[in-house]
Nanobody, 117 residues
Framework: QVQLVESGGGLVQPGGSLRLSCAAS????????MGWYRQAPGKQRELVAT???????NNADSVKGRFTISRDNAKNTVYLQMNSLKPEDTAVYYC???????????WGQGTQVTVSS
């Protein structure tokens, strides 16, 4: 089992910034992928960004140039720096964790990000 603890969501004005954090604990392999997905009301959950322990990243086109994912392997923590936020970024953001080479996904409880003036 892997436990995920998220923090950093909130309300921000358009053009503002937020930083999300997600710390993993439990049965963690030496290699894994962590990242963020989001789900807006009435929409499917979608990829935002992921990063592996080797540093490989995968980012949604909608956030490229605005969001940056990073990780601290020693702390088993992933960060999502969100800049130039737009109202369409409003969603519940979920932390995701997958040990490599398994195919089982662990999910955080979700943190609300609201971009509104």
């Amino acid at each position: 089992q892997v436990q995920l603890v998220e923090s950093g969501g909130g309300l921000v004005q358009p053009g503002g910034s937020l930083r999300l954090s997600c710390a993993a604990s439990g049965s963690i392999f030496s290699a894994y992928t962590m990242g963020w997905y989001r789900q807006a009301p009435g929409k499917q959950r979608e990829l935002v960004a992921t990063i592996t322990t080797f540093g490989s990243t995968n980012n949604a086109d909608s956030v490229k140039g605005r969001f940056t994912i990073s990780r601290d392997n020693a702390k088993n923590t992933v960060y999502l720096q969100m800049n130039s936020l737009k109202p369409e970024d409003t969603a519940v953001y979920y932390c995701n964790f997958r040990n490599w080479p398994t195919s089982y996904d662990y999910w955080g409880q979700g943190t609300q990000v609201t971009v509104s003036s």
